[in-house]
């Protein structure tokens, strides 16, 4: 029995959908959310395995997410997806740990 939990956010409903089917399919326990500040207050009530961040969001972007999710909780895994990505995108998050 799989019994991690992932939280997924993205201000699109259709990647939300498509990510929480995918992740659902395998067994994995998840939550979603619509942008960055729901993400943060949903991880200070709740624990996480695993959070999936789109970089491109109105409000707090992927990587400001991410940044106050590692003040919440340093040992937090994080994967940050994008469709609008760039080689300097990709070096600037994995030098900050994404």
Known sequence: MISAKILIVDDEESM???????????????????????????????????????????GLNGMETFLKMKEINPDIVVIMITAYGSNALAYEAMGKGV
Do not use: H, T, W
């Open 16 to 58: 939300r959908f498509f990510l929480s089917e995918a992740v659902g399919k395998e067994g994995y326990k998840y939550r979603v959310a619509s942008n960055g500040e729901q993400a943060i207050k949903m991880l200070e009530a709740e624990r996480f395995d695993l959070v999936v961040v789109d970089y491109n969001m109105p």
